[in-house]
Each structure stands twice: as structure tokens, then as C-alpha cells.
């Protein structure tokens, strides 16, 4: 089957998909992007991504590439095309193509958006057996609340955790507190059960997931607070996890090589990623 990209305007086989080589994405990664779940042909939480999305182009001066509705349009095309039915839609923006200068062109240019789709399993609410993480200072700008992609620093945690043998990084400030995961928002559970995870600042990502599990916190009345965590705290937390759109809620059972809890997912995960997939379940599905 052929599998399509979005780029520019064209439905294009993602084979042949390509931008220019001095799309300011590329050259210095000036854009940014939002990835969607999706689950059982239904895109989660689309309308808070894509309000994210809006807030990071406002924040670096980017203008919609197209009309908030016609993203919604092509977006749907596209998973229709591709059969999408579990997995991603990746949307990518960037300032557009211009002669390398590293202030913004000051002659009009048009930004340019990327949409591709990705399959992955379906995730149900049982959270398998857990991963592994390790910490890696969080070596990251001042605007990590902007989902740019410059995202060397993830990039390079979260190999040094691949290398370790764990699924994700921990990223860790110079006090000693957990910030997030190279891709996730991170989580704790401490002995008192106060549901823990990071205040939403500059320092990180506020996800989309983060937020959703917030609110499905407070129905299940859980004590939840905002505030920044260490490493040695989450090592001695009950339980441990991360959310992200394409994690979902998945429970962390080991933390550079010690055993979080009991070393299995704990009742709290799996209570909120159960929730978290009947949330999914009822989005709208793409026909
Ligand atoms: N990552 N923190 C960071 C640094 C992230 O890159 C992400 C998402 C999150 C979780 O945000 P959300 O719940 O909105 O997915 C937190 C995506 C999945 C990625 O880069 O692939």
C-alpha cells in the first residue's frame, strides 16, 4: 500500500517527500511541531494539541500555514489515505525557506508544513510490564515549554538511556529535581499517595497527555500536586510513570537500575491509563 505525506499542499508518496535545503527547519531547526495520537481510527485530544500548536508559533513569530480548519481537513485525508488506524500524525512547521541568515527573512516567506502518519500497535489499558529509565542531566534551553524541534539534547538522552539498556531519560536539573523525560512528562506516586508531577514553566513541556490526566485526576478526587520532585524522591516513590501521546500512561518500574515500589506497575498507573484509553475510546473516529 502506498503510504502519502503532507507537504507543502501535495498528498506525496512519503518516498519521494522532501522540503528544500534551506528550509530554516533544517538548517536551523526554526519550526515546530505537535504529535497526535491516534487510536482506533480517532485522533486524541486533537483540539488541545493543536492549540499548542498555535501557542508555539505565536511564541516564535511562525504563521499558520494554512487555516486551523484546513489542517483538520488535511489531517483526516491523510489518515484516510494511509489507513490509519492506531498510531501518530505528525505535524511539523517551520519558518519556511529562505537564504541562511540567522535572523528571521525579512522578505515574506511561506512556512512550510510537514504531515506524516505513523503506525504503531494498539495500546490497551493493560500497561505490560513496565520500562526502565535513566537520568541524564537536562542540559536544555530556557523556552523547553515551546515544542520546537531542536531536540539535540532529547535526542542524545534518550540514546544514552537506549544504550543503558532503558526505555526513557530523565532529565535532571542542577538541583537535583526530575524536569521530564527526553519525550515525556514524568510522574511519581509518593508514600503519602500524593500523585505527583513538575509545575508547568518554562522547563518543560506542559503535555497535552499531562493535562488530560489532570482533569481525569480530580474526577478520580486522587490528592494531585505540582511541584518539582528529585531523583531521590522518585527512587523512593511508590510508583513511577510517564505519559506522552504515544505512551499513553506507562508505569516506570526501575530508576538507574533500582526498583520503583514493588517493581511492578502500581494500582495508581493502571487505574489512570485505564481511564486514559475509555478517554481516548471517545474521541471521533475518521471515516
Ligand atoms: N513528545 N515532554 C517532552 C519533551 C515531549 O517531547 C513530549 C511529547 C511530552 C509529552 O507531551 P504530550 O503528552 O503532549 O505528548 C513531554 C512527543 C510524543 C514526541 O516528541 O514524539
Known amino acids: 500500500m502506498a503510504r502519502y505525506a503532507y507537504v507543502n499542499g501535495r498528498y506525496v508518496d512519503h518516498r519521494d517527500a522532501h522540503v528544500h535545503i ?9 519550526g515546530v511541531y505537535e504529535v497526535v495520537g491516534v487510536r482506533d481510527g480517532k485522533l486524541i485530544d486533537e483540539v488541545a494539541h493543536i492549540d499548542r500548536l498555535d501557542r508555539s508559533l505565536r511564541e516564535l513569530r511562525i504563521a499558520w500555514p494554512l487555516a486551523r480548519r484546513t489542517l483538520g481537513f488535511v ?43 505513523k503506525n504503531t500497535r494498539h495500546l490497551g489499558a493493560d500497561p505490560g510490564p513496565g520500562v ?15 515544542k520546537t524541534v531542536a531536540l539535540l539534547p532529547n535526542v542524545l538522552a534518550k540514546q544514552a538511556a537506549r544504550e543503558s539498556g532503558a526505555y526513557e531519560a530523565w532529565l535532571v536539573d542542577d538541583e ?37 490526566l489532570k482533569s481525569i485526576a480530580n474526577a478520580l478526587q486522587l490528592k494531585f500536586v505540582e511541584r518539582p520532585f528529585t531523583l531521590d524522591e522518585a527512587k523512593k516513590a511508590k510508583e513511577a510513570f510517564i505519559t506522552s501521546a504515544t505512551s ?6 526501575k530508576i538507574d537500575g533500582e526498583t520503583v515500589g514493588d517493581g511492578k506497575p502500581g494500582p495508581t498507573a493502571r487505574r489512570l491509563r485505564e481511564e486514559y484509553v475509555r478517554f481516548a475510546a471517545a474521541g471521533e473516529a475518521v471515516t
Open 248 to 253: 499513553f500512561v506507562t508505569p516506570v518500574v
Open 75 to 117: 489531517t483526516r485525508e491523510l489518515m484516510r489515505r494511509n489507513r490509519l488506524r492506531d498510531g501518530l500524525v505528525y505535524m511539523q512547521v517551520t519558518r519556511g525557506v529562505a537564504r541562511r541568515d540567522h535572523a528571521f527573512p525579512t522578505t515574506p516567506v511561506k512556512p512550510a508544513l510537514v504531515l506524516t502518519t
Open 176 to 212: 537535583g529535581c526530575v524536569t521530564e523525560g527526553a519525550s515525556t512528562n514524568a510522574w511519581i506516586v509518593t508514600p503519602k499517595d500524593e500523585l505527583v508531577t513538575r509545575q508547568s514553566d518554562n522547563g518543560i513541556l506542559a503535555g497535552i497527555t499531562r493535562g488530560t
Open 132 to 146: 526502565a529509565v535513566k537520568s541524564h542531566p537536562d542540559i536544555r534551553w530556557d523556552r523547553c515549554d515551546i
Open 22 to 30: 534551506e528550509d530554516r527547519g533544517y538548517q536551523l531547526a526554526d
